[in-house]
């Protein structure tokens, strides 16, 4: 089973030690389309600050990637929130650890920008799709309510 994926946009930008203007968030997106179409998965770019002010959230969707900008009044991290809300069954790409705490309590798994970067890079020059290993937690205990790690694990697979 494939989940979507939700990328904390600015938090994998500033890995690329790039300015997060928009010929970047355009670059990021246009690689995540070809990654989106390479693996079949639904990706939710999602970045702080409506481009036209207090609008709508989603702005639009190309390639199986649906851009979105927080309104005026919320941050990317809150619509991050309201998305796994509404989905539960999701990837979170992120290494904020505030979002991941939070996240990982309302059922989403999570893979850090870092990781997650140099899948995409892999998968992007790899013209056959390939097998990953899981990341390691860093803790192998589990925190308390998180009974569903190992199905949280297997939405990794084939990232």
Not at 105 to 111: E, F, Q, T
Not at 124 to 144: I, N, V, Y
């Amino acid at each position: 089973m494939t989940v979507p994926l939700i990328v904390d946009g600015y938090n994998l930008l500033f890995l690329f030690k790039r300015n997060p203007d928009h010929a970047a968030r355009e670059a990021l997106r246009n690689e995540l389309v070809r990654y989106a179409s390479l693996k079949g998965r639904a990706v939710f770019l999602v970045f702080d600050g409506s481009a036209r002010g207090s609008g709508p959230s989603m702005l639009d969707s190309k390639g199986g990637v649906t851009l979105l900008y927080s309104s005026g009044r919320e941050r990317a991290d809150d619509l991050i929130r309201r998305l796994v809300r509404d989905r539960r069954e999701v990837v979170v790409v992120t290494s904020d650890r505030e979002l991941t705490r939070s996240v990982e309590r309302l059922g989403a798994a999570v893979l850090s920008s870092h990781s997650f970067l140099t899948r995409l890079e892999q998968a992007l020059e790899s013209p056959e799709p390939s097998k990953f290993e899981e990341d390691e937690p860093e803790d192998s205990t589990p925190a308390p309510g998180h009974r569903n790690r190992p199905r949280r694990s297997a939405w990794l697979d084939g990232l």
